[in-house]
């Protein structure tokens, strides 16, 4: 039987969701403020990729290029139907594995539109380890949302699957900013995007991780409500035999009571006849 959501209970499970959220939705305004008004970070972003243009090595170039072939526009789909339909298949559960796919949809639109709204131009392509290896918008970085966003979502529902598995949550927190600083590094060192574009695109797979949570919390709570944890019953309404150890235990208890007060009661022991003698 679902019983109404209440206020308070509907704020305790979706704080979270708002805080990540805010958090996405802040750190993506000062980033994008830098940019337009070309002040704090952004002067780095120029000269940290002339830097990295300049010291770049045959070997980690073929790595790095690896790294973001997987996280683009053609493998990343790949990889995330894999896992989505390896969770359904072994899990039996397609509410996760939709939560996934909707969260990746929705960085993936995100992404589209931010870039088509700030109209950022990538960097100088003597700069590009492929010279015009990339078209698209410079702010932020694709890659880096697509990336971030699939690893932080299967990260939460993962632990959201075994919230008591705390080793293994700290053991996939490592892996995965490990991880997302490896992508991002790769789309600075192959001279496609600025530092500031990667670090808004994080910001934006921050605030998808929050969307993703507040639905998953809503749905928790939702079954609870739909499906509430059956309360006790009342003493009177309890079974004879659900009783029955009761009744033993406090006729055990009477006995020894009455023996104990019988006239071979050890002396200076106080019998229920001795006040009205």
Not at 257 to 267: F, K, L, S, Y
Request: charged letters at 20%.
């Amino acid at each position: 039987m679902t019983q109404r959501m209440r206020a308070r209970d509907v704020a305790l499970a979706l704080w979270p969701a708002v805080v990540l959220i805010g958090l996405g939705v802040v750190g993506f305004s000062v980033l994008l403020d830098w940019v337009t008004e070309r002040e704090d970070l952004w002067r780095l972003d120029e000269p940290l990729l002339e830097w990295l243009a300049a010291n770049r090595s045959d070997g980690l170039t073929s790595f790095l290029t690896g790294v973001t072939n997987l996280f683009g526009p053609v493998f990343l789909p790949i990889v995330v139907a894999v896992i989505a339909l390896l969770w359904w298949r072994i899990t039996r559960s397609w509410w996760e594995p939709a939560l996934l796919v909707g969260a990746m949809l929705l960085s993936t639109g995100l992404s589209v539109v931010l870039k088509l709204a700030v109209g950022r131009t990538r960097p100088a392509a003597d700069l590009m380890s492929i010279p015009g290896g990339e078209t698209s918008g410079s702010f932020p970085s694709g890659h880096t949302i697509g990336a971030t966003t699939l690893i932080l979502v299967v990260g939460y529902l993962l632990w959201h699957e075994d919230a008591e598995a705390s080793w293994a949550l700290a053991g996939w927190t490592l892996a995965s900013l490990a991880l997302i600083v490896l992508v991002g590094a790769s789309r600075l060192y192959l001279g496609y995007h600025f530092l500031t574009d990667v670090l808004a695109g994080a910001c934006v797979a921050v605030a998808v991780l929050g969307v993703v949570v507040g639905l998953e919390r809503w749905h928790d709570l939702w079954l609870e409500r739909r499906d509430p944890p059956e309360r006790p019953r009342p003493l009177a309404e309890a079974d004879e035999a659900d009783l029955a150890w009761v009744r033993e235990a406090v006729d055990d208890a009477t006995a020894g009571v009455a023996e104990g007060a019988g006239p071979d009661a050890p002396e200076g022991e106080k019998r229920p006849d001795d006040d009205t003698a």
